[in-house]
């Protein structure tokens, strides 16, 4: 057997719904997202079902007809999982892997799988290993429910709800411990950001994928990682800049993502802290992306969950060499440096004058927005040392 064969990709089904919340471009704009996703994660997708439904079915998510069809393509084609976009409760989870006897995984759950496998710092492992152990507490099944029915005398249960009990036990005590370890280590980064708090801060934020860490080693001409990936950066990364000779501290953070898990959104509270404590916020944005507007309101509803919406922010729409607006759009007669056109009036307002066209990996527009960031930079940084003198 050859290497490459052993080393042979899983395969996935993807299942969306389509509703009144989530209309038949929009559900086929969330599944390409879904695929990506699995493709990040190393699995491979060669199917989707889409399914009009109002809401999901309590038992299977989706109907029993749409299931069969899914079970017979499962079947027919060996198939490892079926992905869905959303959500499932353990019940749906349960039904599901009787039904089609593969592997059952919801987005949280594929985020969670991306994650475990990019964080790199012992706080970012810690993060999400917490969020691991509560995604996994209320989904924990009657894994011996077949040895239940041995059951002894009044009042004695059987082994197998005795070893439900012992498994809850030990993640609800890994979880005390992992809260305990994140405790201590965000102790030592409050400690490590009380010696940085007489320096100006600024956060790269933004849907993920949208070009943060490209930008990040563009303005800080230091080796970040960055990749064409949903979630290549997990840890946030702190280099030291210079504009001007005035110094200024540049994080590169977490990207956010439609239907992130609450769980951890919650474990990630240090990381995020870099946001919440920053002075100023670079607000990314794949301005190539058809769904732009979108992204920047979860980003900003993110950003608005964790307290830091209100921060002085330049928002940077990047890969503008990647711009295709359609033929027959007012946009098309529009260079992509001009007017924010396209955007919706409330992803704009009060910060359009602080708005910015680039392409981080072409070096395009760089300067202007060097120009942008230096002046907010001196501002703040001028508060903080009045009578400072560059050297």
């Given at each position: ?94 039904n599901l892997e009787a039904e089609l006897s593969v592997k059952i995984l919801d987005r949280s759950l594929l985020i969670l799988n991306i994650f475990s496998a990019r964080a ?221 056109v396209g955007l919706k009036k409330p992803f704009v307002g009060r910060k359009q004058e602080r708005t910015v066209f680039i392409s981080a990996e072409k070096k ?28």
């Amino acid at each position: 057997m050859s290497f490459e064969t052993a080393r042979k990709r899983e395969t996935a089904v993807l299942v969306a719904l389509v509703n009144q919340k989530q209309p038949p471009e929009k559900a086929h704009e969330y599944v390409d997202e879904l695929a990506f996703l699995a493709e990040t994660s190393g699995v491979k997708t060669v199917h989707r079902f889409l399914q009009k439904l109002d809401r999901p079915d309590t038992r299977t998510f989706v109907g029993k007809g749409k299931l069969e069809e899914i079970k017979a393509y499962v079947l027919d084609k060996a198939v490892d999982m079926v992905i869905f976009d959303d959500d499932l409760t353990p019940s749906q989870v349960r039904n599901l892997e009787a039904e089609l006897s593969v592997k059952i995984l919801d987005r949280s759950l594929l985020i969670l799988n991306i994650f475990s496998a990019r964080a790199q710092t012992t706080q970012a492992r810690t993060q999400v290993e917490l969020a691991q152990y509560q995604y996994i507490l209320p989904r924990l099944t009657r894994m011996w429910s077949h040895l239940t029915k041995q059951k002894g005398g009044v009042g004695m249960r059987g082994p197998g709800e005795k070893e439900l009990e012992t498994d809850k036990r030990i993640v609800k005590d890994r979880i005390a411990f992992l809260r305990d370890k994140l405790d201590q280590i965000d102790k030592q980064s409050i400690t490590r950001r009380k010696e940085r708090e007489r320096m100006v801060r600024v956060a790269l934020v933004g849907y993920t994928n949208v070009g943060k860490s490209t930008l990040m080693r563009q303005l800080s001409k230091a080796e970040v990682f960055a990749e064409n990936k949903l979630f290549a950066t997990v840890d946030s990364t702190v280099r030291k800049v210079v504009l001007g000779q005035v110094p200024f501290l540049l994080t590169d953070t977490v990207g956010f993502i439609r239907k992130l898990p609450t769980k951890l959104i919650e474990s990630f509270k240090s990381t995020l802290d870099e946001i919440r404590e920053a002075d100023i916020l670079l607000h990314v944005v794949d301005w190539s992306h058809p769904s732009h507007d979108e992204q920047i309101e979860i980003v900003n509803a993110t950003l608005a969950e964790i307290g830091a919406a209100d921060k002085p922010t330049i928002l940077v729409f990047n890969k503008i060499d990647l711009y295709a607006p359609e033929p027959e759009s007012e946009e098309a007669d529009d260079h992509p440096t001009g007017p924010l056109v396209g955007l919706k009036k409330p992803f704009v307002g009060r910060k359009q004058e602080r708005t910015v066209f680039i392409s981080a990996e072409k070096k395009e527009n760089l300067a202007q927005l060097r120009e942008m960031l230096l002046e907010m930079v001196s501002e703040k940084h001028f508060t903080i040392f009045p009578n400072w003198m560059p050297q």
